[in-house]
């Protein structure tokens, strides 16, 4: 039972052009979402996070949207580089222990 | 700048044997968890400590062990090895129940 999906296993982007990564959570009591970047053989390091009071967050090129009635968040990359390309893991909690994730998409920036 | 570190990084078991991954940070974090990560898949909770002493069940406890006896380490054993079990384990930390910090896995193979 995948509480939080990302439908889109792929994306290609070019470079300079935006990368919208997409992530769908079934669970209305996640009240917390972040965003992880992973390089192969390497683990997932912390993109940007956003709880449930705000519908926005931004650092630098990357900004997450919330959608709280579709349950549904998004995550932009303007402009996008070469350096962008990797694995993006959606993840969501709503006890603040135990963090489910999405399956991931694999973001690749083309020069 | 250790951060998280899990050992070993590769290890190949036979079926029924046993064996620990150990996980250490130095960042004197009190929440520690283990996923599982199953290829195309999003990553899995197995336990997860909230501090010294306290340890929890996550989506895919079993077959699984895990104590908490410091604050710096969190070692996840396998009793009794199974194909099934064959995945990357990735050991994390965080100082709340937020953004995580991972380890860079371990990959373990069950023949």
């Known amino acids: 039972d995948q509480q939080v999906k990302q439908n889109s296993p792929s994306l290609s982007v070019q470079e300079g052009r935006i990368s919208i990564l997409n992530c769908d959570y079934t669970?209305?009591?996640?009240?917390?979402f972040l965003w992880y970047k992973k390089y192969p053989a390497e683990g997932p390091t912390f993109l940007i996070s956003?709880?449930?009071?705000?519908d926005k967050n931004e650092d630098g090129r990357f900004t997450v949207f919330l959608n709280k009635s579709a349950k549904h968040l998004s995550l932009h990359i303007v402009p996008s580089q070469p350096g962008d390309s990797a694995v993006y893991f959606c993840a969501a909690s709503g006890n603040g222990n135990q963090f489910y994730f999405g399956t991931g998409t694999s973001l690749t920036v083309i020069p | 700048n250790a951060g998280v570190t899990q050992t070993p990084k590769f290890r190949i078991l036979k079926i029924g044997q046993s064996m620990t991954l150990q996980c250490t940070q130095d960042m004197n974090h009190n929440y520690m968890y283990w996923y599982r990560q199953d290829p195309g898949m999003g990553l899995k909770l197995i336990y997860y400590s909230v501090g010294a002493g306290i340890t929890d069940k996550g989506e895919v406890p079993n077959g699984y062990n895990v104590s908490r006896s410091t604050t710096e380490d969190f070692p996840l054993r396998l009793e009794l090895a199974a194909p099934s079990q064959t995945s990357v384990y990735f050991c994390?930390?965080?100082?709340?129940?937020?953004?995580?910090?991972f380890g860079e896995g371990s990959r373990l193979t069950v023949l």
């Open positions: 994390a930390s965080s100082y709340w129940a937020g953004e995580l910090f």
């Open positions: 956003i709880s449930s009071i705000k």
């Open positions: 669970n209305s009591m996640f009240d917390y």
